[in-house]
């Protein structure tokens, strides 16, 4: 598989999984709100001169049903790397303004019509029944936890950033983490079979003091128990690096600290294994929780 990622001097590139898509910071003049849906489909032909890649693609739930048309590439710089043939996912950035155009981010080759470079990293999409690795971190008290000490319970496990300045990036999904731990609070029985985990890409500022400090903006707590369900973490960073090829996480450190990503969200079932992916910010705490009670019986 090809990656490339639009705003990093690396090739890579971002995938998707099982809801919505994925979003990329606003850019100066732009509007900063807009929706993010997942796309896939097939590259029909690419304009160099419009920065637009034609494509057939599947249905875009939430948005239009299965069609062939043209869309503008964020980044019209990749079209070389876009063939006829090639099947492609991508975000769909939607902008709330009328006039703005529909334009394509996190472009992720899945099968090259004609294959012809290895691709430097390989990224893997959560997919349902997907085993996941007993990763190592370190949360907001300083204290090492795993993975797979969670197992016998549904977990629910995000990527942020404390520093994060897009409010529709790492601060929504904390707020809908917010609003989930809330609902699981009210239902005791599901409360008891449930973990939140919201891990940080930030090893290099995001210490377990920040991590707890801001962790408590959202619990409304600083009491020791407030995490006690929903936690803060940090991995090492060649953790980190397996970490995100494995949950599908984008991510391109800037020179002014910021750091360019997508989103990843997975459920993880009491077997350890991927239930469902929500990439992007689309998902919803009652999506999730309606999830939750379909598959934990609550």
């Given at each position: 598989m090809r990656r490339f990622f639009a705003f990093s001097l690396l090739a890579l590139i971002v995938l998707a999984g099982c809801h919505a898509g994925q979003k990329t910071p606003a850019q100066p003049g732009a509007s900063p709100h807009f929706k993010v849906y997942h796309l896939r489909g097939k590259v029909i032909s690419t304009d160099a001169a419009k920065g637009e890649v034609t494509l057939a693609h599947e249905a875009i739930p939430g948005f239009m049903e299965a069609m062939t048309m043209p869309y503008k590439l964020k980044d019209a710089s990749i079209l070389g790397e876009l063939h006829p043939g090639d099947v492609l996912t991508a975000d769909v950035l939607v902008?709330?303004?009328p006039d703005a155009d529909v334009l394509l981010d996190h472009i992720v080759v899945v099968a090259q019509a004609k294959p012809d470079y290895p691709p430097a990293v390989s990224y893997h999409v959560p997919a349902p029944g997907d085993p996941v690795p007993d990763f190592k971190l370190r949360n907001?008290?300083?204290?090492?936890?795993?993975?797979?000490?969670?197992?016998?319970?549904?977990?629910?496990?995000?990527?942020?950033?404390?520093?994060?300045p897009s409010p529709e990036f790492c601060p929504?999904?904390?707020?809908?983490?917010?609003?989930l731990e809330k609902?699981?609070?009210?239902?005791?029985?599901?409360?008891?079979?449930?973990h939140l985990l919201s891990v940080s890409f930030d090893p290099a500022y995001d210490t377990p003091e920040r991590l707890r400090a801001y962790g408590a903006t959202y619990l409304g707590s600083t009491a020791m128990n407030a995490f006690a369900h929903w936690e803060f973490a940090v991995p090492q960073k060649p953790v980190l690096a397996e970490m995100a090829r494995f949950f599908d996480l984008g991510m391109s450190q800037n020179a002014d600290a910021t750091i360019t990503h997508t989103l990843s969200t997975t459920l993880i079932g009491?077997?350890?294994?991927?239930?469902?992916?929500?990439?992007?910010?689309?998902?919803?705490?009652?999506?999730?929780?309606?999830?939750?009670r379909q598959r934990m019986g609550n």
């Open positions: 902008s709330q303004d907001q008290d300083g204290r090492p936890i795993h993975l797979g000490q969670f197992q016998g319970k549904a977990l629910l496990l995000t990527f942020i950033y404390t520093r994060c929504r999904v904390t707020h809908n983490f917010a609003v609902q699981l609070a009210a239902n005791p029985a599901l409360y008891a079979k449930t009491p077997d350890g294994k991927v239930v469902c992916f929500y990439p992007g910010n689309e998902w919803t705490a009652d999506q999730i929780l309606a999830d939750l």
